[in-house]
Structures are given as structure tokens and as C-alpha cells.
């Protein structure tokens, strides 16, 4: 079973920049893809993006493809998400989770775990 712990998010001005991390626990971490989702209150959790295995292959959501970077550290098992740009429509609590089977997948109940998020605000 693979436990995940969201961290660094926070309060971030519009256009600010925020990174938060994800670290896993378990020993088969590195064959998992990874995705990042997000849930503002009141809505759906949402995919935002995702990553291979090794890495090599990432999706993104429409809404933020070109100021977020997905990026993995097997070494560490690790997932962090590069935030850029932020917008006031930003602000959701991020999560991680480990895909059930290789591919991509961008809904949120075809994943089985859940860390406990972390909060992004983007405000004045």
C-alpha cells in the first residue's frame, strides 16, 4: 500500500509561483505514474497533470499546460508540481495519487489512494 504526503502549498500573490511536493512511501513507488489533482470547494476533484513511470511522459490539463511542470524523483520518491503563474481560479487543495494501472488516466475515481492534500490560496 502506498502512503503519500502533500506539502508546500500555501498562500501565493497572482502571478506568484508555488511548488508543492509529494513524498511517497513504499518500495514499488517508482513503477507508478503519478497525478496531480486538484478540488476547489464546492466542485469535483480535477485532474491537472500527470506522469510516467520514468518520468519520459507527462499530460496536462488544458487549463494549465504551459505554467505547470510535473516532475518525479524515483531516488526520493518524489513528485513535485512547478506552479507558475497563479490565478485567483488556482486555488484548490492539491493532490497526489498513484495511478491503479500504467496509461493516462484523468479521473479521479480510477485512483485508489490519497494523501491528505495541501491548500494553494492565490490571493492578494
Same mark, same amino acid.
Given at each position: 500500500?502506498? !502512503? ?8 501565493? !500573490? ?20 503519478? #497525478? ?10 480535477? %485532474?491537472? /497533470?500527470? *506522469?510516467?513511470? *520514468?518520468?519520459?511522459? /507527462? ?8 505554467? %505547470?511542470? *510535473?516532475?518525479?524523483? +524515483?531516488?526520493?520518491? #518524489?513528485? +513535485?508540481?512547478?506552479? +507558475? ?5 488556482? /486555488? ?26 495541501? !491548500? ?5
Amino acid at each position: 500500500q502506498v !502512503q503519500l504526503v502533500e506539502s508546500g502549498g500555501g498562500l501565493v !500573490q497572482p502571478g506568484g509561483s508555488l511548488t508543492p511536493s509529494c513524498a511517497a512511501s513504499g518500495p514499488t513507488f517508482s513503477s507508478y505514474d503519478m #497525478a496531480w489533482f486538484r478540488q476547489a470547494p464546492g466542485k469535483e476533484r480535477e %485532474f491537472v /497533470t500527470s *506522469i510516467n513511470w *520514468i518520468g519520459g511522459r /507527462t499530460y496536462y490539463a488544458d487549463s494549465v499546460k504551459g505554467p %505547470f511542470t *510535473i516532475s518525479r524523483d +524515483n531516488a526520493k520518491n #518524489a513528485v +513535485n508540481l512547478q506552479m +507558475n503563474s497563479r490565478k485567483p481560479e488556482d /486555488t484548490a487543495v492539491y493532490y497526489c495519487a498513484p495511478g491503479r494501472r500504467a496509461g493516462h488516466v484523468a479521473v479521479w475515481y480510477e485512483y485508489d489512494y490519497w494523501g491528505q492534500g495541501t !491548500q494553494v490560496t492565490v490571493s492578494l
